[in-house]
């Protein structure tokens, strides 16, 4: 009764350790769920940005690493997300401007932001004019700077453009003029002239007064003026710039509707990025704090993963301790009982050997020949000695002539005879591997011949066992249908790598299979 309590007690101990290990799984599900539901949340907030934000570390008088980008950063200067988080501010920035970083950071430092052009360079080579607003903030006891970078590509090239305009005036398809100080128009080109036709100027006259006045006062500052005039439903700009040494100012004017127009666009933007701004910041935060949670929880998994592989080797040679003590008990008890039983009915036999007594008991003695070949065969299959007295090659070959044959199976055994010693623990589960194999290809396999080939190389044991079977495509060993042997393969997988070993298996529909075990000698 003592017995039977005690194996019930382990059960339910073993039950209740089942519990925890599926509590804790449903946990990190629901922890991962989270993470990615956060996530998501944040990502479209932080991706829906139309110029590029960056988030990185700073340190006195050096930009730091990159911490976060949003997709138009990305877009915008072409690495990924991944390139950038292994990057710094200065790999994006053109060598000549980190003259600028101590102004930039003293007055980041003192007023907490900063607005100032510079220069990106892009993956591709290409160099990206950008006006870049900053705004330091500090992130878990870290001095951190976010970045909105806005592409001004389109406003240089416009303030290029103005500097052609000097250039060949007849031709220029801008207005061009020239007007003396008392506002006398002194030339005006053809784009001028239609521009300018509701107020009929011509060469002579008098200047309307907006205009006049810009001229007047380029002329006593001898600095160019700007005016902003709407004509005919345009925006026009007008550079008044004053002629060294003359009484006259030239004016070269600009359509700049759709400029206008874009930086409208790009101040409702800006508007939108200072009002979100917080969110980002606090989008930073929480990405920070999700990345230690993820890593955490990787942590715990992989945890759990070894704990896994730990629990697999205990099994595996608690299992072999009690096969051995069950086929002791067999050889040592019930074997040499039914041998004892067996003398001693010899010994009871009479002189004469035709008489039915010595017949019954010939018939008793076939009997227990027959128990004692049985008990002798099951000690072997449910644990071999010649394990552990002649080593893993002569237990894997006396397996397979066992097993195999005995169901109409050629066996062919070759092995190169080299030394291969290897711990109790690796000879273990090598073992019990091709005995797992042996038995898949009994079950599945319809093959006639089977071939083993164990060999040492580069101070490893590679043991190939090859079938002539029906073969299978290694695509379904995850399907359902071939549950029982894919649970078979993972067993089969944990326990080698517990000895830092390997198994690959070939195979294909209608060409046999050929398995590979590998695992490293013993020193």
């Excluded at 190389?457 to 073969?471: A, L, M, R, Y």
């Amino acid at each position: 009764m003592d017995k039977k309590a005690g194996k019930k007690e382990k059960r339910t101990s073993g039950f209740s350790g089942a519990v925890h290990v599926i509590s804790d799984k449903t946990g990190r599900k629901q922890l991962e769920e989270a993470l990615r539901e956060s996530e998501n949340k944040h990502r479209l907030l932080f991706n829906g940005i139309t110029d590029a934000v960056y988030v990185h570390e700073v340190i006195p008088e050096k930009p730091g690493n990159f911490v976060a980008v949003n997709d138009s950063a990305c877009k915008m200067l072409g690495y990924t997300k991944n390139e950038f988080l292994q990057m710094e501010v200065k790999d994006i920035d053109l060598p000549e401007n980190a003259k600028n970083i101590p102004l930039i950071h003293e007055k980041l430092f003192s007023d907490g932001y900063a607005l100032f052009e510079t220069c990106h360079v892009a993956k591709d080579g290409r160099r990206i004019p950008v006006e870049i607003n900053i705004q330091l903030f500090d992130l878990q006891g870290k001095s951190m700077v976010l970045s909105v970078a806005r592409d001004i590509t389109k406003r240089k090239q416009a303030e290029e453009n103005i500097q052609e305009l000097a250039r060949f005036p007849d031709e220029n398809p801008n207005p061009v003029l020239r007007i003396y100080r008392d506002g006398t128009l002194l030339y005006i080109n053809k784009a001028g002239e239609r521009l300018f036709s509701e107020w009929y100027l011509q060469t002579g006259q008098t200047i309307p007064p907006v205009i006049l006045g810009a001229v007047s006062e380029s002329i006593e500052k001898g600095s160019s003026q700007v005016v902003e005039l709407g004509i005919k439903d345009r925006i026009y700009s007008f550079y008044v710039t004053p002629i060294a040494d003359t009484n006259y100012s030239n004016i070269y004017g600009l359509d700049i509707t759709k400029r206008k127009q874009a930086e409208e666009a790009l101040e409702n933007a800006h508007d939108e990025i200072l009002m979100n701004q917080e969110a980002v910041l606090s989008l930073a935060d929480d990405l920070m704090i999700e990345n230690e949670e993820r890593k955490a929880a990787q942590e715990k998994i992989e945890q759990y993963h070894n704990q896994l592989r730990k629990l697999i080797s205990q099994m595996a040679l608690i299992e072999e301790n009690e096969r051995r003590r069950i086929a002791n008990i067999l050889h040592d008890s019930v074997g040499q009982n039914l041998a004892l039983s067996k003398i001693l009915l010899d010994e009871l036999k009479p002189p004469d050997p035709s008489g039915p007594l010595v017949l019954s008991l010939d018939e008793i003695t076939k009997i227990i020949d027959e128990a004692i070949n049985y008990t002798r065969d099951l000690t072997f299959e449910i644990s071999s000695p010649i394990l552990y007295e002649l080593g893993i090659e002569a237990a894997i070959e006396w397996l397979g002539e066992k097993i195999l044959k005995r169901r109409n199976i050629l066996f062919e055994f070759r092995n190169d005879r080299t030394p291969k010693p290897l711990t109790k623990e690796a000879q273990v589960l090598l073992y019990q591997a091709v005995r797992e194999f042996y038995l898949n290809i009994i079950k599945h396999s319809k093959a006639h011949h089977v071939r083993v080939f164990i060999q040492e190389f580069d101070s490893k044991i590679q043991i190939s066992i090859e079938d002539d079977g029906i073969g299978f495509d290694t695509k379904t060993l995850h399907s359902q249908v071939s549950e029982s042997l894919t649970y078979g393969l993972f067993s089969v997988r944990e326990r080698i790598s517990l000895i830092r070993g390997s198994f690959g298996i070939e195979s294909a529909p209608g060409q046999g299979t050929r398995v590979t075990l590998i695992a490293p000698l013993e020193a």
